[in-house]
Structures are given as structure tokens and as C-alpha cells.
């Protein structure tokens, strides 16, 4: 079974500043997921990457797939990306249920 | 588009009760899911369905969980009897076809606390 894990577990940035979350992985994986989640709210699917490199807006997320390890970051971070970060995979030839890191909680201050 | 869907938002209990989770996915999607959040940790797989069949159970404890997916569309999670470890977020996501070559689509969840 995948052990997923995540750093920082909390960070606390100033708006504007360059933001990086890394997740490691033990399995070899077929896709990683990141994904956002809010206080009170749902979970939002930000990226899935199974090699590469992939941007979106302020945020790009990298995975080095002989190393077992992803970032995800975010340029000019603003208040509003202040949320919880999680990482999940899927395993090479295992069912499709994703394994999930414990998130990184994000606060962006003014 | 209308979301992945989930009722209640909040539910309390007491310990031994039973308690039932209701999931509406998107239209068209065949793959659900349902995961148990416990505070502080990563979502954790309860159950998949492909359509009306399960493919993944492996995690749920079915001593007092049970799921069922009539129809191949919504869903229903319930618990019987409660425990107060059971107190999570209970997320419901969905996918076209499986979530490893399409985006998966999360629900905003139920909070269930038990007492």
C-alpha cells in the first residue's frame, strides 16, 4: 500500500510570495492528483499529472516519477488560495480508489 | 453543470444509532465513490462503484457500514450502528469512467458527529 506524504502539514505565507507543497510517494503510482479543499466546502480536482509538468493559471504542479515525488506550486499567492492541499495517487495496476496524503494547510496573509 | 450532490450537510447522533448518507453524482457518471475524512487527515476510500457494481470494498468496515448504488445512480451510505470514531466527513466524488484517466468530481460532503 502507497504511503503518501505531504510538507509542509501547515504554512503561513505573505500574499505575493512563492509557494511550494511537495508530496513523496513509496509505490510506483500510474497518476497523481492535486487537489484543494476549503474550510466548510467540498474538494476541488486542481491537477492530475502521470508525468511532467502541468500549469494552470498561477499554479504548476511537476512530478518526478523515478524519485516518487510531486510539487505543486503557486506564483503571486493571494488570500483566496488559502486552503488545505492534498496530494493523492493512484497505484500502477491497483483499483482506482486514490490514496490520499494528510493535505497542507495553506493561509495566505494580506 | 450541476455538481456532485450530498445530503444532509451536518448530522449529529447519538453513539449506537443509524445514520444514512444520500449522494447524487453527476450525470452521466459511471464510477462513484465515497470516502471517510477523519479530522486532520486525508480522505480515506470507503467504497467504488462502477455503474450499480462494486469494485472496491476493501476498506469498509462492514460490520456497521453499508452502501448500496441501485440503478447505477445515486447512492446511499449508511452506518448501523454508530460509533464515536465514526465521527468524519463523509465525501462523495464521481468520474466518467475510472478516476485514473478522468478528473474526479468531489461533493461538499456531511459532517456526521457522534455523541
Known amino acids: 500500500k502507497n504511503e503518501v506524504e505531504q510538507s509542509p502539514q501547515n504554512l503561513t505565507a505573505q500574499e505575493g510570495e512563492f509557494i511550494t507543497i511537495n508530496c513523496s510517494y513509496s509505490?510506483?503510482?500510474?497518476?497523481l492528483h492535486w487537489l484543494q479543499q476549503h474550510p466548510g466546502g467540498g474538494i476541488v480536482s486542481l491537477f492530475m499529472?502521470?508525468?511532467g509538468k502541468k500549469k494552470h493559471g498561477r499554479l504548476i504542479a511537476t512530478i518526478n516519477i523515478q524519485e516518487k515525488h510531486s510539487s505543486l506550486h503557486i506564483t503571486a499567492s493571494h488570500p483566496r488560495d488559502s486552503a488545505v492541499y492534498i496530494c493523492?495517487?493512484?497505484?500502477?495496476?491497483?483499483?482506482?480508489?486514490?490514496?490520499f496524503g494528510k493535505g497542507t494547510h495553506l493561509i495566505i496573509q494580506p | 453543470e450541476a455538481g456532485v450532490a450530498q445530503s444532509p450537510r451536518y448530522k449529529i447522533i447519538e453513539k449506537r444509532q443509524s445514520v444514512a448518507f444520500w449522494c447524487n453524482p453527476i450525470?452521466?457518471?459511471?464510477?462513484l465513490y465515497w470516502y471517510q475524512q477523519i479530522l486532520g487527515q486525508g480522505p480515506k476510500l470507503l467504497i467504488q462503484?462502477?455503474?450499480?457494481?462494486?469494485?472496491?470494498d476493501s476498506q469498509l468496515p462492514k460490520d456497521r457500514f453499508s452502501a448500496e448504488r441501485l440503478k447505477g445512480v445515486d447512492s446511499t451510505l449508511k452506518i448501523q450502528p454508530a460509533k464515536l470514531e465514526d465521527s468524519a466527513v463523509y465525501l462523495c466524488?464521481?468520474?466518467?469512467?475510472?478516476?485514473?484517466?478522468?478528473?474526479?468530481?468531489f461533493g461538499l460532503g456531511t459532517r456526521l458527529k457522534v455523541v
Open positions: 466524488a464521481s468520474s466518467l469512467r475510472g478516476i485514473s484517466d478522468t478528473e474526479a468530481f
Open positions: 509505490v510506483g503510482i500510474s497518476a
Open positions: 499529472l502521470s508525468s
Open positions: 493523492a495517487v493512484r497505484e500502477r495496476g491497483g483499483a482506482d480508489g486514490l490514496t
Open positions: 450525470s452521466g457518471h459511471a464510477t
Open positions: 462503484f462502477q455503474n450499480n457494481g462494486v469494485v472496491d
